[in-house]
């Protein structure tokens, strides 16, 4: 009964209503579990992780896709970021975009396919003239007796095998056509994807890396931090300045092909911007096919066009990208080179075009760790004179009388 009175006397006091239940408390009641429990339990998430990836791989395609944007436009909205807000930066940059990609996107599309249809139309008569110009030079390699066949036997088995690719090509080209014909909306989708996950990678960078740092223990949450800043600067570093010096490439490549008179000029560029991707080797891939066109045109031509794009090359590669990315990558050129040859192998173009960021990734992290990690041996050292044993969790050349650690960095006294 006393106690049916203290409740009802709470009850009537307004703490809670009379026959209810008490509030729910603010805090949280633990519940213990066993290492095993724990190591199953983040197991388990683990492979539902996973699965979720594997049956919806929309979700990593946006993810990675939106992470690259953002490694992009982090660049230019850190430089805004000195002079302004940093939201202030992001809305620039991504309003920036968005005017890029609804006014000047179209144009270049429309003027490419123009140029590419013109091409298609002119393939036949390039075919004729260089089928001409090579009729008489085997005319007169035939003639020195340096080859056997005649003229005719050589262009009917090429007619043969030009007519086989390029029916192989055509059903490549129409297959293309109708998958991004019916893909549209979908493509549409992905690209708004791109961009709603990029910036909100922006504008939550803070939130997430300090969820990162509350992953690990709290005297390694300044490592981590310091990883992340690495990270970013490399990263962002290199794919922006990536950016705008295939932009130049390509701009460049087209006003000088239009001042030259060569055709195509704005396709051409674009194909240079897009080979110029790939180190090294995307200066000269971009500039077979503007050589070849220019041969239509005249010798001369073909030689100034080659000129043109060895100035590119050079000025990319000794004053652009020093410039603009500095020591994003700090890696040798022959590492770099056989990097993209790996890549290539591996994954084909997309993993040539993704060579270089993962060799700037493993730099960071070759670099991160390597200050840090250290051997830590439980062996006797300087045993037999006068040595002392080295417990288990003491590395060798540490001092633990004195309490201090000497660098990992130098080599042990054993």
């Known amino acids: ?61 946006l993810l990675l896709g939106g992470g690259v944007l953002a490694l992009v436009l982090s660049f230019p909205v850190r430089l805004l970021s000195r002079r302004m807000p940093r939201p202030l930066a992001i809305l620039l940059v991504v309003a920036g975009l968005l005017v890029v990609a609804a006014v000047v996107l179209p144009l270049l599309i429309v003027t490419a396919v123009d140029q590419l249809t013109q091409l298609v139309g002119a393939v036949p008569g390039y075919a004729a003239e260089a089928e001409t110009w090579l009729r008489g030079v085997l005319t007169e390699v035939q003639r020195r007796g340096w080859m056997a066949q005649g003229p005719d036997d050589v262009f009917s088995r090429l007619q043969e095998e030009a007519i086989a690719r390029g029916q192989t090509a055509a059903q490549w080209l129409l297959g293309q056509a109708l998958g991004a014909a019916s893909g549209t909306v979908g493509t549409l989708f992905q690209l708004f994807g791109f961009l709603f996950v990029a910036v909100y990678l922006l504008a939550d960078f803070g939130r997430f890396k300090r969820a990162s740092q509350g992953l690990v223990a709290a005297r390694y949450r300044d490592d981590v931090a310091m990883l992340w800043r690495a990270l970013d600067q490399s990263l962002s570093r290199y794919l ?21 008179g060569v055709p195509y000029a704005l396709l051409l560029g674009l194909w240079m911007s897009v080979t110029a991707v790939l180190p090294y080797v995307g200066a000269f891939l971009g500039a077979i096919p503007a050589v070849a066109a220019a041969l239509f045109v ?24 020093p410039r603009i990315q500095g020591d994003a990558v700090r890696v040798h050129p022959l590492l770099i080179f056989l990097a993209v040859v790996a890549g290539g192998q591996v994954a084909g173009l997309l993993g ?31 045993a037999g004179s006068g040595g002392r044993a080295l417990g288990p969790g003491t590395a060798v050349g540490d001092d633990p009388e004195r309490g201090v650690r000497a660098d990992p960095g130098r080599s042990s006294p054993g």
Do not use: C, H, K
């Not at 073909?302 to 100035?311: E, K, P």
């Open 240 to 260: 922006g300045g990536l950016l705008l010096s295939v932009t130049i490439q390509g701009v460049a490549a087209t006003v000088a092909l239009t001042l030259l």
């Open 352 to 382: 040539a075009a993704l060579a270089v960021p993962a060799l700037a990734i493993g730099r960071v992290m070759v670099d991160f760790f390597g200050e840090r990690l250290y051997v830590r041996r439980g062996e006797m050292v300087g």
């Open 1 to 61: 009964p006393a106690v049916a009175r203290a409740a009802g006397g709470v009850a009537a006091g307004g703490r809670w209503p009379a026959g209810g239940a008490a509030p729910p408390r603010d805090e949280v009641s633990p519940i213990p579990i066993s290492p095993r429990v724990r190591t199953g339990l983040v197991v388990a998430g683990l492979v539902a992780l996973l699965w979720l990836l594997w049956s919806a791989p929309t979700v990593p395609r």
């Open 298 to 321: 005249s010798p001369l031509t073909a030689v100034g066009v080659a000129l043109v794009y060895l100035a590119i090359n050079q000025f990319e590669g000794n004053l652009l990208t």
